[in-house]
């Protein structure tokens, strides 16, 4: 079986339950739900509706703030972005806008104008996005074609450690968390990409792109 990420054919079986069965790249160190068990759009969207991603909430914006804060740091005042994958309630962008950028929006189900993939932008953010991807190879290289030169793209996800209990894990029991990935698994994708990365936060990647 081919992964979806680096396309290699040196996959074998990683984990099985009841619910589903998960396969392991040993190329690119993904780790990712077998194409026949992958959930249809319409179970996506309903249990992205259960979500309670409210903009003014204290809590989910401290949450963000661990991808926001580093990212801030490193952007040019007045800079241009895109929230990619920003859901119903786009409290990252809101943040990002209160600092002086400006952020444009994207979501396959809640902001689908597909207009904005055809710009280029100083940073682009994917907050609780990648873990979705049915097709990350595809996927992946969209977001690094959205940057600039010296663009950054900053990402959230729940990284799988090597060696933890996979099957008790708590982030592969959400029916739309699709792709897993690992410390290994993006230095992969810098390599690929040529980007560099850096992991200012635990499950926080900026990666930028050559000036």
Do not use: I
């Amino acid at each position: 079986m081919a992964c979806p990420l680096c396309t290699s054919t040196s996959t074998d079986a990683f984990f099985a339950d009841a619910w589903r069965r998960y396969h392991h790249c040993a190329r690119c160190d993904l780790v990712f739900v077998d194409p026949a068990q992958l959930p249809p759009a319409s179970e996506e969207k309903a249990q992205y509706d259960l979500h309670e991603n409210d903009p003014d909430d204290p809590g989910y914006r401290r949450f963000l703030s661990r991808l926001a804060t580093p990212l801030l740091q490193r952007l040019a005042p007045q800079s241009s972005g895109l929230d990619y994958g920003c859901g119903p309630g786009p409290a990252l962008a809101r943040m990002l806008e209160e600092a002086g950028h400006r952020v444009a929006l994207y979501d396959p189900l809640y902001q689908p104008g597909k207009d904005v993939l055809e710009s280029r932008y100083d940073f682009v953010t994917c907050t609780e996005v990648v873990e979705h991807f049915h097709q990350p190879a595809r996927d992946w290289q969209q977001l690094v074609s959205l940057l600039r030169p010296g663009g950054w793209l900053a990402v959230m996800t729940c990284w799988r450690e090597a060696g933890a209990d996979f099957g008790g894990w708590h982030y592969r029991r959400d029916p739309t968390h699709v792709s897993f990935y690992s410390m290994a698994t993006l230095e992969w994708l810098a390599h690929h990409y040529r980007l560099a990365l850096d992991c200012p936060d635990r499950n926080v990647a900026l990666f930028r792109q050559a000036p």
